[in-house]
């Protein structure tokens, strides 16, 4: 049957963090490290995997939900007491079990698919993952004969001069025969300091007789955990890194990868070009043939084709086709620009929608505002949403003039092809087809009654 379990060690306390957040948690180019080791388990496993928690598991289940199962560690005593809470749950329902670390985000499914094919091609009731690196960060060696077969790991601790020398290094990524692990985890030795360690079970194969197998990592750098802030910036660099080298390979153009930062969930379109100093965040969106900075922040937003994004911030914002904006404007939440418009410089938008073509000039700010199609909003226009209690709203219709330094009073419409002229404090409704002017803005008739006037 050759049917997989994963288990995901997850529940030590990480003081090393000195954080109050759970260690697994803390984000990688956006994303929390535990959701990078999932991924690698999705790669060979179907199922959900098991994830043993302890420290912070409540703030553990309300990130992730129910996408593992969890098993608690109420006493964290060691990794072969951790796999142990397992078995209630996995017991009889696999023939393989794999274990990993919930803080290893650089294993990619790849080297775990290998690590599960070559032990389910075999025997062996263990196959561990190893790696080769002149820098022992601190994992036990591997021992082997002279005719390159297992014998044991011995901790770093422990180790001897000689021994301290073998590069050979274990990365605490096992593959068990099912039956076999679960029979021998009870009986792991207590450490001095009163824990059970999986290394253990190494030993325990090697003295039955039993051939213990070894994956060799093609990139030590896959097996690097994370214990401290140290820790977290490098491995953020790597993974920033990877994101960055895929994006090309897809037909970006990164004018300096180095300044270009990206996080994990965001797509970009071909032939889009990314200046130097772009931030792009959380759930961006990009389309193809875009230009994006320099100096730009864009978060959880969506860019259509052909745009361009110069030295702005957008936040949950959407931009249609053809769009440009900047440079130094500010798109906050339910933003909306349509295809074709622009947004100039110092301009500030903020749960509105500006309809197809409209262009708002510079120093500019549009708020819970609905904007027609083919508006002209002047330099220095205002739109005044809030009277110190509530948010009111402001409609702007199709082929309608603003002009430079207006305030719109909201609540308040500006009817199709309405002027207003520069300099107004507009508060009541301006007809269709009129001109409204001074302040407070008073409207001029029609143009087949002009002649005289009417108060706003």
Same mark, same amino acid.
């Given at each position: 049957?050759?049917?997989?379990?994963?288990?995901?060690?997850?529940?030590?306390?990480?003081?090393?963090? @000195?954080?109050?957040?759970?260690? %697994?948690?803390?984000?990688?180019?956006?994303?929390? $490290?535990?959701?990078?080791?999932?991924?690698?388990?999705?790669?060979?496993?179907?199922?959900?995997?098991?994830?043993?928690?302890?420290?912070?598991?409540?703030?553990?289940?309300?990130?992730?939900? !129910?996408?593992?199962?969890?098993?608690?560690?109420?006493?964290?005593?060691?990794?072969?007491?951790?796999?142990?809470?397992?078995?209630?749950?996995?017991?009889?329902?696999?023939?393989?079990?794999?274990?990993?670390?919930? !803080?290893?985000?650089?294993?990619? #499914?790849?080297?775990?698919?290998?690590?599960?094919?070559?032990?389910?091609?075999?025997?062996?009731?263990?196959? $561990?993952?190893?790696? /080769?690196?002149?820098?022992?960060?601190?994992?036990?060696?591997?021992?082997?004969?002279? !005719?390159?077969?297992?014998?044991? /790991?011995?901790?770093?601790?422990?180790?001897?001069?000689?021994?301290?020398?073998?590069?050979?290094?274990?990365? &605490? /990524?096992?593959?068990?025969?099912?039956?076999?692990?679960?029979?021998?985890? #009870?009986?792991? #030795?207590?450490?001095?300091?009163?824990?059970?360690?999986?290394?253990?079970?190494?030993? %325990?194969?090697?003295?039955?007789?039993?051939?213990?197998?070894?994956?060799?990592?093609?990139?030590?750098?896959?097996?690097?955990?994370?214990?401290?802030?140290?820790?977290?910036?490098?491995?953020?660099?790597?993974?920033?890194?990877?994101?960055?080298?895929?994006? $090309? *390979?897809?037909?970006?153009?990164?004018?300096?990868?180095?300044?270009?930062?990206?996080?994990?969930?965001?797509?970009?379109?071909?032939?889009?070009?990314?200046?130097?100093?772009?931030?792009?965040?959380?759930?961006?969106?990009?389309?193809?043939?875009?230009?994006?900075? #320099?100096?730009?922040?864009?978060?959880?937003?969506?860019?259509? !084709?052909?745009?361009?994004? =110069?030295?702005?911030?957008?936040?949950?914002?959407?931009?249609?086709?053809?769009?440009?904006?900047?440079?130094?404007? *500010?798109?906050?939440? &339910?933003?909306?620009?349509?295809?074709?418009?622009?947004?100039?410089?110092?301009?500030?938008? @903020?749960?509105?929608?500006?309809?197809?073509?409209?262009? $708002?000039?510079?120093?500019?700010?549009?708020?819970?505002?609905?904007?027609?199609?083919?508006?002209?909003?002047?330099?220095?226009?205002?739109?005044?949403?809030?009277?110190?209690?509530?948010?009111?709203?402001?409609? /702007?219709? =199709?082929?309608?003039?603003?002009?430079?330094?207006?305030?719109?009073?909201?609540?308040?419409?500006?009817?199709?092809?309405?002027?207003?002229?520069?300099?107004?404090?507009?508060?009541?409704?301006?007809?269709?087809?009129?001109?409204?002017?001074?302040?407070?803005?008073?409207?001029?008739?029609?143009?087949?009654?002009?002649?005289?006037?009417?108060?706003?």
């Amino acid at each position: 049957m050759n049917k997989l379990a994963v288990v995901v060690l997850a529940a030590g306390q990480g003081t090393r963090m @000195k954080s109050n957040l759970p260690k %697994i948690l803390h984000r990688i180019a956006g994303r929390p $490290m535990i959701e990078y080791v999932l991924d690698a388990v999705a790669g060979v496993s179907s199922d959900k995997a098991v994830l043993v928690v302890g420290h912070g598991a409540d703030a553990v289940r309300a990130v992730l939900g !129910d996408s593992v199962t969890y098993v608690l560690q109420e006493q964290q005593l060691g990794t072969g007491h951790a796999v142990l809470q397992a078995r209630p749950v996995l017991e009889g329902r696999a023939d393989t079990v794999a274990v990993l670390y919930g !803080d290893m985000p650089l294993l990619l #499914p790849t080297t775990l698919q290998s690590l599960v094919r070559t032990h389910q091609s075999g025997t062996a009731p263990i196959t $561990m993952l190893t790696c /080769i690196y002149e820098d022992s960060m601190g994992f036990g060696r591997i021992l082997r004969d002279g !005719d390159g077969h297992v014998l044991g /790991i011995v901790e770093e601790a422990q180790a001897t001069s000689e021994q301290k020398a073998i590069k050979e290094l274990n990365c &605490g /990524i096992y593959c068990y025969q099912a039956q076999w692990l679960w029979e021998h985890l #009870p009986r792991l #030795p207590v450490s001095s300091k009163g824990e059970y360690y999986l290394t253990d079970l190494v030993g %325990i194969a090697v003295a039955q007789g039993q051939s213990v197998q070894a994956v060799i990592v093609p990139d030590a750098q896959e097996t690097l955990g994370v214990n401290d802030r140290a820790h977290l910036s490098h491995v953020e660099g790597v993974v920033r890194q990877r994101i960055r080298e895929q994006l $090309m *390979h897809s037909g970006v153009t990164l004018i300096d990868p180095a300044t270009t930062y990206v996080e994990a969930d965001v797509v970009v379109g071909q032939d889009t070009v990314i200046q130097p100093n772009t931030h792009l965040e959380g759930k961006t969106r990009v389309g193809a043939n875009c230009v994006l900075g #320099p100096n730009s922040i864009v978060r959880d937003s969506t860019i259509g !084709d052909d745009c361009r994004v =110069e030295a702005s911030v957008l936040e949950g914002a959407l931009l249609e086709k053809n769009v440009s904006v900047g440079p130094f404007g *500010h798109l906050r939440k &339910g933003a909306h620009l349509a295809e074709g418009v622009h947004m100039g410089n110092f301009g500030e938008v @903020k749960n509105s929608y500006l309809g197809p073509g409209s262009k $708002m000039g510079h120093f500019s700010y549009l708020g819970d505002t609905t904007v027609g199609a083919d508006v002209n909003i002047g330099c220095g226009t205002v739109t005044c949403n809030f009277d110190g209690k509530d948010k009111h709203t402001t409609v /702007i219709e =199709e082929g309608a003039f603003i002009g430079s330094g207006t305030m719109l009073v909201a609540p308040v419409t500006v009817g199709a092809r309405a002027v207003i002229g520069a300099g107004s404090v507009v508060t009541h409704d301006v007809p269709p087809d009129s001109t409204a002017y001074g302040v407070p803005a008073r409207v001029q008739r029609k143009s087949e009654e002009k002649g005289s006037e009417s108060g706003s």
